[in-house]
């Protein structure tokens, strides 16, 4: 795997929850995102997440609990901070937890968690699940004032929300993207800078991956839709392979 400027590993972790989304539009067990968690292990996955709505529109409750039992590798638990997101979070203790905004309506999460609105609560929040020792991280955009607020509650971890610059890539727009992309790097260095640890995801794919694996704060990156729809053409695990080889090129080549 490709370094980080202080010697850390640019790690990968697989987002298993358009497995169900499959398995649960006919019903049944199968496809199992468990199985397709343990694959990605296989592959060379440093972690796996997934994602609990309050909906339960693909993970469930069940698979959480599989999850826990079986997985070798880190899972990171994807949650609205809600009361009972938060007793089943306590209830299993995962490595860690990441807190995302969350509407009935979306598709998909469409942007970062409003920290800058509910300092306290997420503060009060968030100490709990510190204490059972799960890692908190907080899906954030790249703004300034809400990465600030996000090291002032506590949270050690960030994940910047990608969305948008995969989302300007893929429509051409070029020079909305190369902005974007900016923002990224300079929030990216902020968190840094504030003595977060710097994760980034959502929308990736291998056209989008490399400028995002190029920063130099971040440590970690989650995808998961995309490597599940590639999985459908390739398998997961060469989807994995690729995946991972474009982002170590794109950090050894940043790190050069």
């Known amino acids: 795997m490709a370094q980080l400027h202080d010697g850390g590993l640019l790690r990968l972790g697989v987002n298993i929850d358009h497995v169900a989304t499959v398995r649960n539009a006919r019903g049944g067990a199968y496809p199992d995102p468990v199985r397709a968690a343990l694959l990605a292990e296989e592959a060379g996955a440093d972690g796996v997440t997934a994602h609990l709505r309050e909906d339960r529109r693909h993970i469930a409750d ?52 409003d920290v800058l609105a509910e300092e306290a609560r997420l503060r009060a929040f968030i100490a709990p ?41 893929a429509e051409g727009q070029g020079e909305a993207a190369a902005a974007e992309l900016a923002r990224l790097r300079e929030m990216a260095a902020l968190g840094a800078e504030l003595g977060l640890e710097v994760h980034a995801g959502h929308g990736l794919t291998y056209d989008t991956v490399a400028p995002i694996a190029a920063l130099p704060p971040v440590r970690e990156l989650n995808i998961g839709h995309f490597l599940i729809g590639e999985a459908i053409f390739t398998g997961l695990a060469p989807a994995i392979a690729r995946m991972r080889a474009l982002m170590d090129a794109a950090r050894s080549e940043g790190a050069a």
């Not at 999850?67 to 938060?86: F, H, I, K």
């Not at 490595?95 to 598709?107: N, Q, T």
């Not at 600030?148 to 994940?159: D, K």
């Open 62 to 113: 069940s698979d959480i609990d599989r999850l826990m039992e079986r997985l070798r590798v880190p899972l990171n638990l994807e949650m609205a901070a809600t009361d009972e997101m938060q007793r089943i979070a306590l209830r299993h203790r995962p490595h860690a937890v990441c807190l995302v905004p969350e509407k009935r309506e979306e598709r998909t999460t469409e942007g970062g968690l």
């Open 129 to 169: 699940l510190a204490e059972a020792g799960s890692r908190v991280s907080i899906f954030i955009g790249a703004d300034r004032a809400q990465i600030e607020a996000a090291a002032r509650i506590g949270a050690p971890v960030i994940e910047l929300h990608t969305g948008a610059f995969c989302d300007l890539s």
